[in-house]
T-cell receptor
């Protein structure tokens, strides 16, 4: 099956610092990756759709300048939380579409990154 | 508009069979996926239905009726490790997955 990795799995940072989260598709090329955040016991919330070689498409209410997304290659997308604040503390999860096989629109998720901003 | 409904919690006994229902309404429809999510973890893909009918994968089966906007996930021979949340995620015509809070499955010995 398709494997998506995410790094780091957990990060604690001070308020005002920036944090970069990497999402990699390990055994397939992903032209499209997705970034979600999830609060405890709540549903996944799509933040943005990342397309290789072009600008990310952000969902309404998500600040582009705060959550910088770069999809520089077919296997790597990064999310940078700039000037993080305690309210940015959340579980950030990336996913990618695997274009192979019959379930071409299935999204496979990375293991997630738990961000805690002090 | 778009809507998604699943029971918030379902309880079942180890070794038994449980069905988790999902009803949805989307602007256009492409297919529907089921995911499993353990506490503190990310969703794991279980199954996908693009057409009406039953898809079987080992102990897990998923059913779809597009005309009724209805799907269910069937889990057989329940094991304690199946305790998790199960997320129904229909995909609209823009290839966007619609997410809800999922159904928490509690399994008792």
């Amino acid at each position: 099956g398709a494997v998506v990795s995410q790094h780091p799995s957990r990060v604690i940072c001070k308020s005002g610092t920036s944090v970069k989260i990497e999402c990699r598709s390990l055994d397939f090329q992903a032209t499209t990756m997705f970034w979600y955040r999830q609060f405890p016991k709540k549903s996944l919330m799509l933040m943005a759709t990342s397309n290789e070689g072009s600008k990310a498409t952000y969902e309404q209410g998500v600040e582009k300048d705060k959550f910088l997304i770069n999809h520089a290659s077919l296997t790597l997308s990064t999310l940078t939380v700039t000037s993080a604040h305690p309210e940015d503390s959340s579980f950030y999860i990336c996913s990618a579409r695997d274009p192979r096989g019959s379930d071409v629109d299935t999204q496979y998720f990375g293991p997630g990154t738990r961000l805690t901003v002090l | 508009g778009q809507s998604l409904e699943q029971p918030s919690e379902v309880t079942a006994v180890e070794g038994a069979i449980v069905q988790i229902n999902c009803t949805y309404q989307t602007s256009g429809f492409y297919g529907l996926s089921w995911y499993q999510q353990h506490d503190g973890g990310a969703p794991t893909f279980l199954s996908y239905n693009g057409l009406d009918g039953l898809e079987e994968k080992g102990r897990f089966s998923s059913f779809l009726s597009r005309s009724k906007g209805y799907s269910y996930l069937l889990l057989k021979e329940l094991q304690m490790k199946d305790s998790a949340s199960y997320l129904c995620a229909p995909m609209d015509s823009n290839y966007q997955l619609i997410w809800g809070a999922g159904t928490k499955l509690i399994i008792k010995p």
